[in-house]
Structure formats: structure tokens, C-alpha cells
């Protein structure tokens, strides 16, 4: 602790006299480092603060907080690892100032986690700007198509790109979406403040105006021409997968058309080989009704070749009958 009067060294932090090992031993990852200085304002004057102040030195953002109760400093510089706070109190009271204390400290906390979207943001925005030019080549390729072994291949290659697509998204819409929830934070947090500004020096809400909200926007932005290109990529394969399904039933139409005009040549092969059959059973069965009367003749009075025309008709009328009703059986199955 301090003694009255007594401030911290310029170079001091808050992990001096913490010993490494305990610290070392904590679990998880550092990810942000803050240090508020809390002292009286009879111990710092604001004056002198202010006096300090070099016109072309670093940028100060600083405020009166809690309605006029308290005056915050800070230039949001890391130095030494840490982001540094000084709240010179005024007039709050121990609740107040642990509330105080606890903004300060969720503002830099949801600043540094909404700043992890930007360099995914830079990243994927040089990898949507390539995805944008092969989206547009692709789409001059399936214009210029001769045969549907065109569009097959920008099909193929319009599949891969919306692949990497909808992965890109699936790995960034987390991080994206976390960005914009803490950019909330700390804008409901620097309200929670009650902040008014001193002459001459930014608020912290113009300051996360300038330097965060232009790094969430590119989140933003990023994020929108993610989806957007998600979304000409499917509209795209859709088009293209229609004007393929197009070709493709056209095609099957044609096999289907000379499909029908091969079985209608067969059907009449059929046909012919049926009444070429009638003829040559009649012929065949004549000739054994022929051996039959001449075998039998001294039975009969009747002449052979009479009773053989006399059979040709008949035969082939059972012929006929039999070859159209085997027929009806095998449609009707």
C-alpha cells in the first residue's frame, strides 16, 4: 500500500513483490493487464496533472466521472506489459470508487477481447478479396460454357469455393460475433461512467469512437461480405446445377426417345417373326395332317389333298389364337 503522498514509480507495476512462481502457477492465458491508481485528490491535484500535459506528446483521454465525483487518466499505451489508469478521487464514497475501479477495468478487459477480431477480419479480407476475383472468373467461365462438360467443371469448381466458404464462416462467426458483444460492453460500461468532458482533452467515448469502432466496423464489414459471398456462391451453384439438371434431362429425353423407337422396331420384328412363325407352323402341321390321312386313308374314302386344304385354315387359326393369347399373357405380366 501506499503512504500519503507517497506514488508509484514511473516504471513500477502491479506484479512488483508478487512472486513469479505464484503467478506462473495460475491457470490460463494472460490476455489483459490493467493498473489503476486510486488516490485522493489531495494527494495528485488534477491541476498539476493537466500542467503536465505536453501539447505534442501523447494522446490523454481523460474525463470527470460519477457527476463530477472523480477525474480518469489514461492513454490507453501499453507500457511494461500493462494499461494504466490514474483515478484521482473527489468525492465518491468506497462503493462508488470499487464501481468506478470495476468499469475501468471490464472497459480495457472488453476493448482487448474486441480487438482480437480485427487481425482475423484483416486476414480473412485478403482471402474474400481472392474469393470474390475467382467467384467473378468463375462466373465468365460458365458464360462462355460450349458443353455440359463446361458447366460440369465451373459446377465442380463453384462446389469447392463455397466449401471453403462456409468454412471460413463457420471459423469466423464466433469470433466476429464476440467482437461486436464486447464493443457493446464497453460502450455500456463508458455510459455506466457518467463521464463529462474536460476542455481540451477526449472523452472516453469519443476515444473508443475513433480508434475501436473503426476496427469493429471492419468486423462488421468483413462479416457482412462473408455471408454476401456465401450467398452468390449458393445462388450461382443453383443456377448452374439447374441449367445442368436442364442438359441432363434433355439428354435422358433422347435415350428415352430412341429407346421407345428401338422397342417399336422391335415390336414390329416381333410381329413379322410371329406371322412368319403362323405361316410356317401351318405349313408344318399341315404336312403332318397330310401323313396322317394318307396313313389312315384305307379308313376313310376321303381324298388326301382335300383333307389337307380343308386343315390349312384351321391350323392356322389355332396358330394365331395361340400366338395372340401367349402374347396377351406375357404383357399383361
Known sequence: SLEDGEQLAADATAFDGIHLDWMQGIPGKLMVATQVELRAV??????????????NGKTMVASRVADHAAWIFTDFKIENGFSRFLVLNEAMTQRQAGRTVQRLLEIESYRMMALLGLPVAKEVGRWLYSSERQLADLMDQINRAGSPEDERLALSALSTLASEVEHSVARTTFRFGAAKAYHSLVMQRIEELRESRISGLPTFNEFMQRRLLPGMNTCEAISRRQEELSARVARNSQLLRTRVDIELERQNQELLAQMNQRARL????????EGLSVVVLTYYGSQLVAYLAKGSKHLHHLDTDIITAVSIPLIAVVVAWATWRRRRTINEE
Open 266 to 273: 422391335q415390336l414390329r420384328l416381333q410381329e413379322t417373326v
Open 42 to 55: 489531495g494527494d495528485i491535484r488534477p491541476e498539476s496533472v493537466l500542467a503536465g500535459l505536453s501539447p
